[in-house]
């Protein structure tokens, strides 16, 4: 199993940047997708980056496509999510997760099994 903690939440105007990070301990597989996905009170969680680590390929969410940089550091197992120009609709819990097919990199919650413990980002007007 994989275990993974994220960092970096907090509070900050609109317009204002944070950067996330997820790090990974335990099993992990350079074939695996790590993802970051997020989830305002009374919303679904969506999907807002995901990054395949063998191969460096990223997929974004159209709302953070112009916005949000993923990442990874293979040295630290470690997934960052530099997020800029944030707004009021960024406010949400952000969730690391893995997706641990080897060959899939999709963007679909349900395809991913394991998930951090989430960290508040909160942007006010």
């Known amino acids: 199993q994989v275990q993974l903690v994220e960092s970096g939440g907090g509070s900050v105007q609109a317009g204002g940047s944070l950067r996330l990070s997820c790090a990974a301990s335990g099993q992990f597989s350079r074939f695996w997708t790590m993802g970051w996905f997020r989830q305002a009170p009374g919303k679904e969680r969506e999907f807002v980056a995901a990054i395949k680590w063998n191969t460096g390929s990223t997929r974004y969410a159209d709302s953070v496509k112009d916005r949000f940089t993923i990442s990874r550091d293979n040295a630290r197992f470690t997934m960052y999510l530099q997020m800029s120009t944030l707004a009021p609709g960024d406010t949400a819990v952000y969730y690391c997760?893995?997706?641990?097919?080897?060959?899939?990199?999709?963007?679909?919650?349900?395809?991913?099994?394991?998930w951090g413990q989430g960290t508040q980002v909160t942007v006010s007007s």
């Open positions: 997760a893995v997706d641990r097919d080897l060959f899939r990199f999709d963007s679909r919650s349900y395809t991913y099994d394991q």
